[in-house]
């Protein structure tokens, strides 16, 4: 383990802690989608309404190195995804998928294994209620996708996506459904 995660805590982010560190979260999630190469526009408002309802539907781990917030991961059933082409996979059963919405680590502690770990225990905790993960990337972030190889995860599918930059002009993002099977989930 790298020092970044010797000093770093996980819990499990739910609808009781969710509300104490709300605003703590969205500040995370514009700052990880509205700076760097991936930067869109991302309108506060909507951010905020998004991840209110990723936390009614899902689950989530959340990650501090000493009181600061560094990273968080939200799963929900894959069903709530409406941008999974399903018929194009039939191999995944979506009744029995997590589907990782969202991942978000701070700039400053990408690389050092915060991801890894926030998978890990999300996919660790939700081993017996799921039997597959997926998790979409845009096919130009190549950190997320190197992680997400490490992790076994493979690719499945493309989609494409209208986002806005944050200069306001329309650009297509493709993203790339990555899989993986959950170990240790339903026993044979």
């Known amino acids: 383990m790298n020092e970044a995660m010797d000093s770093t805590r996980l819990y499990a982010l739910n609808e009781f802690n ?3 560190f709300r605003s703590q979260i969205l500040h995370l999630y514009l700052h990880a989608f509205t700076t760097g190469e991936q930067a869109q526009y991302i309108d506060p408002q909507e951010a905020e309404s998004t991840l209110d309802e990723m936390m009614r539907r899902g689950t989530g781990i959340f990650a ?7 990273g ?5 059933p894959l069903q709530y995804d409406e941008d999974f082409p399903a018929d194009t996979v039939p191999e995944i059963v979506v009744d029995t998928t997590l589907y990782i919405a969202e991942l978000m680590v701070h700039a400053d502690l990408r ?8 998978i890990s225990e999300l996919l660790f905790r939700e081993a017996e209620a799921h039997t597959d993960v997926v998790i979409r990337v845009w096919e130009k972030n190549k950190p997320a996708l190197s992680l997400y190889k490490r992790l076994g995860f493979r690719p499945v599918a493309t989609i494409t996506q ?3 930059h944050v200069s306001g002009e ?3 993002m493709k993203k790339i ?6 170990s240790n989930s339903h026993p044979a």
């Open 18 to 20: 969710y509300p104490k």
């Open 72 to 76: 968080v991961v939200l799963g929900l």
């Open 111 to 118: 690389g050092r294994g915060v991801g890894t770990a926030l």
């Open 170 to 172: 329309s650009f297509e």
């Open 64 to 70: 501090f190195t000493g009181d600061r917030l560094v």
């Open 177 to 182: 459904y990555l899989h993986k099977k959950i």
């Open 162 to 164: 209208t986002k806005k």
